[in-house]
Structures are given as C-alpha cells and as structure tokens.
C-alpha cells in the first residue's frame, strides 16, 4: 500500500520532534488491528493502515494534553480531532495531524455475523474490494461492501477534515447526509410500544462497563462521570434496566451537537448494544434544526452552547 | 384506594420560579378550576433544566411532564430561556427513538400575570396526555417482566 | 468411581425442561449479536458451540445484589424519634448453569478462596455457591485467545463444575465431579455412559491438542513485584487502555464489589454492584486523595493481582482461567498475556540486582516530597500484600 510507505516517511521526519505518535498495528489475530504507540524509529515498521484499523485514536488525546502527540487519522477520526479543538480541550500546536485517504474499515459483528467462529484466524487478507479470512482452515472470501461499517458506507468525510501530513490521493465521496441516517428514519416509523421495548430488551444486557463512555473522544469527564457519582446521584448502582438505558441517553445527550458520529460507543460495546442509533438520532436533528454538524470547523461553537433571539427552525408551539 | 386512583395520570410539571410559578400562582388566587394530575417542581429558571430531567421522569414512571419559562426575552436572568429552548426542543425531537411518544413532553412560556393562560396549558395538556392514556412503566430490575406486561396489554 | 451416564442430543432440551422444574436453569443463546446466559427457554433454544461472550458469573455473583432492605418508621408522636427495620435477604433460588465451559466454572474456586475459606465467610455467596451447579461442555478446541493450558487448566479441566459433559457420537457423555452433580442424574433420560469413555478421552485429546502453545508465566509472582515501581514501564504497557471495565465484567475470576444504599424515601436497599480496578472511583478514598491516580497504576493492579498477589496468598495459584475474553473483548486490544511476558523478560538496566521481597523505590527516581503516579501507591498495595484479611474493614471494595 502506497499510502502506508508514504505516511510512515512522514512519521519517521516527525517523530524527532514528538514525543508519541498514535497509529495502528497488528493485534491478536490477523483480524483484529490494535492502537500502536510509536515512540522509536523501530516502532514505525509495525505501523499498519487497512480496513482493520477501526480505532478512533482522538480518544487518546485529552488525557495527552501537554505532550507532543503525532497521531494518524481516518477522516472520521479527524473530526474528533477538530471537536476536541473546537472545546479547547487539546491544543493545536501540540498535536500533528497525520491524514490520509481513508477507504473505510470493517464492522468486526458483520464478520462475525458471516464467518461464524472466528476464534482461530489463520490469515486475513485487505484489498479495497475483499477481505479474505482464514478461519479454523475455512476460506472465506467476503465482499468488503457486506463487511464495511455503516458509517464508513455513507461516508462524506473519508479525507481528513484538518490535517499537517496527508499520505496518498484524496478519496473522493458521493454520499449524501440523508443516505447516512436512513437506519434512524426507519427505526423510528416503528411504533412506539415496539422501540421502547426495543430497548429494554437491548439495554438488559448492559454489563455497566461503560467502554462505550470510554471509547467515545467526547467523554472528557472520564473519571468524574455522572454514571458514578453519588452527589448528584444520577443513576443507582443497581443493575437496573432503566439505570443502563439512562445512561445511554445521558451519553448521547451530554454528546448533542458534539457527536462526531465515529461509532467508537457501538464498536467498543462488548455486548453489542447498538447505541449508536441515539446519537445518530441526536445529530440528524441538530443538522435540521440547526445545520450544524460537529467537528468539522475549528471555529464554530456547538449549537447548544449559544442561542438566537429569534430561531430559524424553532417554532413555537401555540398553546 | 385513592379515589381518584386509576382516573388521574401522573404529570410532572418543572416551573421557572419567576414567571411560570407565578403564573400558576396567579391561577390559583383567581380560583381557576384546574385538573389534578400535574405535580410541580419549581426551578430558578428553565435554563436550569437539564433536559435530562425530564428524560428521568419519564423512565422512571411519569406518563407526562410540562415545562414552562418565562418567555423569550423576558427571562429573568435574561438568556437562560434561549438555551432552554434549543436545549428542550432538541429533546422533543429525541424522545421518539426512545419509544416515547413526543406528546407526553411540552414545554412553553407563562408569564407570572398568565393566571388565564396557565389554566388553559394545564387542561389542555392534562387532555393531551389522557388521550395518550399511561405510559408503559419499566417494572423490576429486568426488562422481561415488564417486556412480558407489555406483550399482555397490547 | 464416578458415575457416568450419556444422553442423547436430542433428549437435551428434555433434560433442561426436567432440571428446571427444580432449579432456575441458566443457559447461553444468541442475543442480538452476543452469545448470554438466560434463562432457559425452549424456544429460544441453546447455543454451546462457543464460548458465550459474558460468563455465567452472575449465576453465583450478580451484577447487582440485595443485602439488606430497610425501612425507616416515623414515631406519629414524636417525629424526631426513627426506628428502622432492617431485612437481610439471603438468596434462596437454586440454579443450574448449564453450557459454560471449564474456565468459566473454575473461575468460582478463585472466588472461593476469597469468600468462602479463611475466618470471614461471606453468607450471600455461599448461599449462592451451595445453590448453584455447573454442567460443564468440554471445549472442542481452543481459540487464538485462550490460554487455559498456561494457567493450570485445560479444554476439560473438571475443576469448578459439578458435571462434566463431552460430545459424543448422537449425544453428551456426563460424568459427575461432585456430590452436588450426583443429584442432577435421576433424570431417565440418562443412560449409562461407560461405554462412552474412550471416544470422550479421544475428544479431550484433540482439544488438548488443539490449543496454541501455553505462554509460559514461569516466576510471574516476583516478576511482577520487582517492576511494581517501575512507572514507564507500566505506562507503556497501559498506553492503550481507555480505563473502562469490560476486562473485568468479563472475567469470570474478578470478584470486586462495590456497596452503596439505594434509598427510595423511607426505604431502601443496601446494594452489593460489581466494582472493577479500572475506574478510578475504585481507589477514590473520602479525603479526595486517590493512591491509583493514573489508567497505568489500575492496570498494574489487574495484572499483578492475578499474577502476583493473589498467588502470592493462595499457594502458587493465578487468578485467571485463561478464558481470553479480557482480551477478544477489549474494545483496544490490550493483552494480558504480553504484559505478563513483558513483565516477566524485563531487565532493569539501572538496577545491579532485582530486590526479592521489598521493592523499594526505582533508586533512579528522587524521593518526591509529594507523591504522584505509579509511586503513590506504593505503600498501599504493600499493605494490601501483607494482609491476609479478605474483608475491607469499610464498606468500600471486595476483596484482594
């Protein structure tokens, strides 16, 4: 891969200068990649960009704040990196932006829909159109399109948003904002005793590990969390399944006219709860209402942290 | 048995303490015949509504819950409804996902002079949420009780 | 010689319907993308042909559990006066957990040293533990994650469970480990099994033989120890983790709890939830000072607690069952593996010679006068070492 020869060229020129640069590398198994800190010049070598790098690597770079961070970005990725900005929770001359022309990565739960047990991966082959698996001694060959995360299917930002480097040819996206909330418009034509029961039966199997809370770029408040807290007491200890729903609509609201949409929330859920959908939720309304979307100017303010006299779009409701 | 057990609903009303309060206020000295079901929690201001709030209330059992403020431009901390309002409209939006129906959500504005008005929100939302009838309430820790009760009542 | 019997796969779903006639029986199925233990129900069906993505830990240690309810009564006399009723509710349902593999039923003998033996039993687990029984699959074969075969176990390893079930031609070959399994048998769907005995060793064989070569974790214990105050090194192995819980929710060996009251006006419930060393609540203490400030220092305790310290405590033994789903898990990939390894193959280069019992202090760092980072907890986790006490003498954390 060109891109990859290139980008790492621009870390090893970096990297003097920093102290961490945040790509990907190999994981456990051929098909799973893993956050990889390069730190030497020998840590570039492992340096792995494809379809399995799904990680959002901003997530890191709050807790950095202060150090000289390099970090590689898919053009979702980069928007995070812009919000992050945007709150002035990192500093812009500390952070170098590595971008490059993202192609999108794989869903690991549509893998494991099709493959089945992927508990012994032999090999795992990327190329723009296939993903090729080896599992247990099986073949088989999957057509990335049935693989392809959501978001990266409707993607309209697969080039860095901001960057310092950019690795490889600009990737060009014909997608529109309405094909990437189709799933939310059709979830919600359902009746209302079906979606909410639709929910308590996801949310049940919450385990509370909150590694979507973790994963997310926007969490910032980490370890002081209203999940957690006792004074205000937001949510009982209990396992109850109104506490775990609570929560979700805590994340997605604490993350309103925030969301970068890169799914971290959902991908990172070790129980499959598709909560991605309340933050999709979230921004399709934000954009309607407000026409706004986050993290792609580092100068705009987020639509709830400000207000007009007058609203365009909020029409009062005669009572 | 309450005697009006099974006749009221139970709404949650959050009400600013400089216009809406008072409004409901105003109605009650002029003897404005009202509905019983809402039940008021009085705020500084509808700034201080975290809309989670009312996402709360309704999780945890209220089949309705009204928000009143000051109107735009009146409030009295100047600006704190301007927020509330994109932040209580962006709610009104979201609550479909969840499977709540966003009729058993309204907020709006009474002034502290309104006694009329107020009168007039509180029936017609008591009205609107005894059309919708009771919310479906989450029983017990697990979802599969009150999955099953649900199953049984549609 | 122990029993065993066989049934036929077909009669299984019988076999369950029987058992749960008595007994809550919990199973894994498919929910939403996610193989989890429920309640059985026949037309939801079983799925054993994985290993489930949650353990059935919540059979024996819930997520969230009862300890107490109270109530407060007002005297109408004197409104002053509060008397309070309290009500300890200890568990009573009985459960049988059937389809789990051998980790996840010998994660509960970790458990068991810490609850059960020593001068403090605690009475909600061992009602639990009493009430529950373990129908254990014989695994088929290992995955790129399990390690098992590093941890003093094995694809059928009996330790844990209560029978132990191995696929055969048509059907299971059952045979009972305990006492507690002796009763699940009156079923007469069950044959006699004995002539079931070599094709089941034959499939142990191939699962043993199956598994990837054991990481080695040879000294782990003192390993671990002599890099205690080592900050860079664990933060670099913790460089990754996002601190959030899913390793140990996951893990059939972690058993931290929290303890909060849930009070609902008058009344209310004392809580025991599942706590996890990966958040920082976990350590806050009420002055505000918190000995794990950083992600580092939590992960440290992770993996020195079942490497190094419980070990160090319960005869050689290591808190984990090699289950891997810390690490299919992770939303980042971290490997407990590595870290054991890496902590085992590091060589101090400032240090002439590792110090055997009492880490002291990296000689190369200054002696902060305020303590921050990795060091801080330096005391705390020698303290915690030495104690053999399992209960936190606050209602603050389980037990270490």
């Not at chain 1, 869903?107 to 296939?130: L, M, P, Y």
Request: proline share 5%; charged share 30%.
């Amino acid at each position: 891969m060109q891109n990859l020869e290139d980008l790492k060229e621009q870390v090893r020129k970096a990297l003097p200068e920093l102290d961490v640069v945040i790509g990907w590398t190999g994981g456990y198994d051929p098909l799973h990649a893993t956050p990889h800190f390069i730190r030497r010049d020998e840590d570039i070598d492992k340096l792995q960009v494809n379809a399995l790098c799904v990680h959002n690597l901003a997530t890191y770079l709050p807790s950095m704040r202060g150090k000289k961070v390099g970090i590689i970005v898919k053009g979702c990725d980069s928007r995070s990196v812009v919000e992050l900005l945007q709150e002035k929770l990192i500093d812009r001359e500390d952070v170098t932006i590595f971008g490059f022309g993202c192609t999108g990565v794989v869903d690991q739960t549509k893998i494991r829909r099709i493959v089945g047990d992927v508990g012994n991966i032999d090999s795992c082959e990327v190329s723009g159109s296939e993903v090729k698996v080896s599992a247990s001694g099986t073949e088989h060959k999957l057509a990335m399109s049935d693989v392809l995360s959501e978001k990266c299917a409707t993607c309209r930002y697969p080039n860095a948003v901001l960057s310092d480097h950019f690795a490889g040819a600009e990737i060009t996206s014909t997608a529109t904002f309405e094909d990437g909330y189709k799933d939310v418009v059709e979830f919600e034509e359902k009746p209302e005793e079906e979606k909410f029961g639709f929910w308590l039966k996801e949310m049940d199997r919450c385990i509370r590990c909150y590694a979507c809370r973790n994963a997310c770029p926007m969490c910032v408040c980490r370890d002081h969390c209203v999940a957690q807290s006792r004074d205000p007491h937001w949510l009982s200890q209990e396992a109850h399944v109104r506490d775990k729903w609570m929560f979700q609509v805590i994340h997605a609201y604490h993350l309103a006219g925030r969301c970068t949409e890169c799914g971290e929330c959902q991908r990172a859920c070790p129980v499959d709860i598709p909560i991605l959908l309340f933050k999709k939720k979230m921004n399709k309304e934000i954009k309607e209402v407000f026409d706004y979307e986050a993290g792609i100017n580092p100068d705009a303010t987020p639509p709830l942290m400000t207000f007009k006299a007058e609203e365009d779009k909020i029409t009062e409701r005669k009572w | 048995m309450p005697i009006l057990e099974g006749k009221e609903l139970r709404i949650v009303g959050f009400l600013c303490n400089w216009c809406s309060y008072g409004g409901a206020d105003t109605a009650g000295v002029g003897r404005f015949k009202q509905p019983t079901d809402l039940r008021v929690i009085k705020v500084p201001c509808s700034g201080r509504i975290d809309p989670l709030f009312i996402v709360k209330t309704l999780l945890a059992g209220a089949d309705g819950v009204l928000v009143s403020g000051c109107h735009p431009r009146d409030c009295h901390y100047t600006e704190g409804n301007f927020y509330a309002r994109r932040r209580l409209e962006m709610l009104k939006r979201f609550l479909p996902i969840m499977g709540i129906d966003a009729k058993r959500f309204e907020y709006t504005w009474v002034s502290a002079s309104e006694g009329q008005r107020w009168q007039e929100v509180v029936t017609k939302f008591t009205e609107q949420i005894h059309e919708l009838g009771a919310a479906p309430k989450i029983v017990g820790a697990e979802a599969e009780e009150t999955l099953k009760l649900m199953e049984a009542a549609l | 010689m122990a029993q065993t019997k066989f049934i036929k796969k077909e009669s299984l779903s019988a076999w369950l319907e029987e058992l749960g006639q008595a007994h809550t029986v919990l199973a894994p199925r498919f929910e939403g993308d996610s193989i989890i233990f429920r309640p059985y129900d026949s037309e939801k069906g079983v799925f054993i042909d994985r290993e489930a993505t949650a353990p059935p830990k919540k059979a024996i240690f819930p997520q969230s559990e009862t300890l107490l309810e109270y109530s407060q009564i007002k005297d109408m006399e004197n409104l002053t006066k509060i008397a309070i009723d309290v009500k300890e509710t200890i568990p009573t349902t009985t459960y049988v957990v059937f389809g789990g593999r051998p980790c996840d039923a010998r994660g509960f003998t970790m458990f068991d040293r810490v609850y059960l033996d020593g001068d403090q039993v605690d009475v909600y687990y061992k009602a639990r533990r009493e009430n529950t029984c373990f129908i254990t699959l014989t695994c088929e074969k290992g995955e790129t994650t399990c390690f098992c075969n590093a941890v003093g176990s094995g694809p059928s390893d009996p330790d844990g469970s209560d029978l132990l079930i191995t696929p055969v031609t048509d059907g299971y070959y059952i045979e009972c480990v305990s006492t507690k399994g002796e009763g699940l048998l009156a079923s007469s769907l069950l044959t006699d099994g004995s002539s079931m005995e070599g094709e089941a060793t034959k499939y142990k064989q191939a699962a043993d033989a199956s598994m990837n070569e054991a990481p080695d974790f040879t000294g782990s214990p003192e390993k671990l120890l002599a890099v205690f105050d080592n900050g860079p090194f664990w933060e670099e192995m913790s460089d990754k983790c996002i601190s959030c819980g899913a390793c140990t929710y996951l893990c059939p060996t972690c058993y931290c709890f929290n303890i909060t009251d849930e009070a609902n006006g008058l009344k209310g419930t004392r809580i025991r939830s599942w706590d996890n060393c990966m958040s920082s609540m976990f350590t806050s203490e009420a002055s505000g000072h918190n000995p794990r400030p950083a992600k580092a220092n939590r992960l440290k305790n992770r993996v020195g607690h079942k490497f190094s310290y419980y070990p160090d405590i319960h005869g050689g033994v290591i808190s984990c069952c090699g289950c891997g789903r810390c690490i299919k898990s992770c939303p980042v990939g971290v490997d407990i593996r590595e870290m054991v390894k890496s902590a085992i193959a590091f060589v101090d280069p400032t240090a002439k010679e590792v110090p055997a019992e009492e880490p002291k202090a990296a000689p190369t760092e200054k002696p902060a006068p305020k303590e921050t980072s990795v060091k801080a907890e330096n005391t705390s986790a020698k303290a915690k070492k030495n104690k053999k006490s399992k209960k936190p003498a606050s209602k603050k954390k389980g037990a270490k």
